[in-house]
């Protein structure tokens, strides 16, 4: 069996689609509450690699936080752990601040 070759790295400038690999990380999390903490420490990982930049992370965060409505519809306990995996974001230092729900309300407040 022959070893797999690494993918090239991207050259400068070309777009990282690692935003969707956020999101898709977070709306697993949603649907699923055993995946939360591994895909939390999934994307920690990749932060801290390097793989995903503060950036990406913010803007996988931001479209999750978008489709929230949408996907409440097929999963309704997704809305009440959003500000808890917004603030794990925060705390594994994926996202920087602290975290907030889709609402804009801080994690943690009210509840």
Do not use: I, N, Y
Not at 44 to 56: M, N
Request: charged share 20%; glycine share 10%; aromatic share 2%.
């Amino acid at each position: 069996m022959e070893a797999l070759d690494p993918l090239p790295s991207p050259s400068p400038g070309a777009p990282l689609f690692h935003h969707e690999l956020v999101r898709q990380a977070l709306v697993a999390a949603a649907t699923d509450a055993a995946l939360e903490a591994p895909m939390l420490d999934l994307l920690a990982a990749l932060a801290a690699s390097g793989e995903v930049s503060a950036t990406q992370a913010a803007r996988g965060a931001d479209r999750f936080a978008a489709a929230l409505d949408d996907l409440v519809l097929d999963c309704p306990p997704a809305r009440a752990a959003a500000g808890r995996r917004a603030a794990g974001l925060a705390a594994r230092g994926v996202v920087a601040g602290e975290g907030k729900d889709e609402e804009g309300v801080a994690a943690g407040a009210g509840a």
